[in-house]
């Protein structure tokens, strides 16, 4: 809005429906509301941009501290796909570098299902039951239409002498995909009784 409009506007406030009002025409305690909801968003928005920033710089001291440990000493100190824990040098604090992962599936799922469905026709009734609604809920579509990631990783877990069985998981082996990942930061502190304990930045956790 331009200076011209903030003049002519004077004394009057935009409502919800994008209209101009007189200030004279609002209750007062629709103005109080209105003027603190307003210094608490400018604020808040502060805040937010403050903490984005204060995130980007923890996650890059980090990496230079771990490039530096890599390149003068020859020593990993990550975890596999960039996990991490760092401590001070009194125990008093525990840095966690965490990386969440997002698994997708491709066209080789259809693969696995028709393969592991082969398998339950072949074996009838000498399948476990529970294994047959294990293999059907794991293929239900959620109520977007997407598969559930969990359930279908659960079928890896069972250990079947079985030739088809074995193609079934290899096809769902090449069908998993990371589509996304995302790295977090969490801060502990030791307390009395030596467990650590986060401290948050979530403000509802405060």
């Not at 299902?113 to 072949?122: F, G, S, V």
């Not at 294994?131 to 877990?157: P, S, Y």
Request: proline share 3%.
């Amino acid at each position: 809005m331009s200076e011209q409009n903030q003049e002519t506007f004077a004394g009057h406030r935009r409502n919800a429906k994008g209209h101009w009002v007189p200030e004279q025409m609002i209750r007062p305690a629709d103005l109080l509301t209105d003027e603190l909801v307003n210094e608490i968003a400018a604020e808040w928005k502060f805040k937010s941009l403050e903490l984005a920033a204060f995130k980007q710089h923890t996650f890059a001291d980090v990496h230079a501290l771990i490039t530096t440990m890599n390149e003068e000493y020859k020593v990993k100190r990550g975890g596999e796909k960039g996990n991490l824990q760092l401590f001070s040098y009194d125990g008093r604090y525990k840095l966690v570098v965490a990386v969440n992962e997002t698994i997708g599936f491709g066209p080789e799922l259809q693969a696995a299902q028709e393969k592991i469905t082969e398998c339950l026709h072949h074996w009838t009734g000498d399948a476990r039951p529970e294994l047959k609604v294990i293999v059907n809920e794991a293929f239900a579509t959620d109520g977007q239409g997407g598969v559930r990631v969990g359930r279908i990783l659960q079928l890896r877990r069972y250990k079947i002498e079985s030739e088809s069985w074995a193609l079934a998981m290899k096809a769902l082996d090449e069908a998993m995909r990371i589509v996304g990942s995302k790295q977090y930061v969490r801060l502990y502190e030791r307390n009395a009784v030596g467990a650590y304990v986060p401290i948050p930045l979530d403000i509802a956790a405060v």
